[in-house]
């Protein structure tokens, strides 16, 4: 089961590494653009180091029968405020133009580039 979570873990990973930044270039105004992938590229690389010297501190100070355990568990906080972050993200103009919902599109660019 540890090892089934581990891959479905890496799977969704890997997507979001490979759908993000599609989506910040498909979104953002091209002057823009370079700038927030890098500042996602940034966030992914503080994270990766963050969460490594936070499960050594626990690897380090809890006890090693449920040290794993409390690695697992710290992930759960993120994971949370990722999904409620993700509520809110609009959806892709490209996406919505794809199944003919070319005002839903509109309404998207609008609120992000304005009326322009």
């Not at 503080?46 to 499960?55: E, N, P, R």
């Not at 999904?83 to 309404?107: C, H, N």
């Amino acid at each position: 089961m540890f090892n089934l979570f581990r891959i479905a873990g890496g799977i969704g990973i890997g997507f979001s590494s490979d759908l993000a930044p599609m989506y910040i270039a498909e979104i953002a105004l091209a002057d823009r653009r370079g700038r927030l992938v890098l500042i996602y590229q940034l966030a992914i690389t503080l994270g990766v180091m963050l969460g490594s010297i936070f499960a050594l501190l626990m690897a380090s100070y809890l006890p090693a029968e449920t040290s794993w355990r409390w690695m697992f568990g710290s992930e759960v906080f993120p994971i949370v405020l990722f999904v409620i972050f993700l509520t809110m993200v609009p959806k892709s103009p490209r996406w919505l133009s794809e199944k003919g919902r070319y005002q839903d599109a509109l309404a998207v660019l609008t609120k992000i580039n304005g009326s322009q």
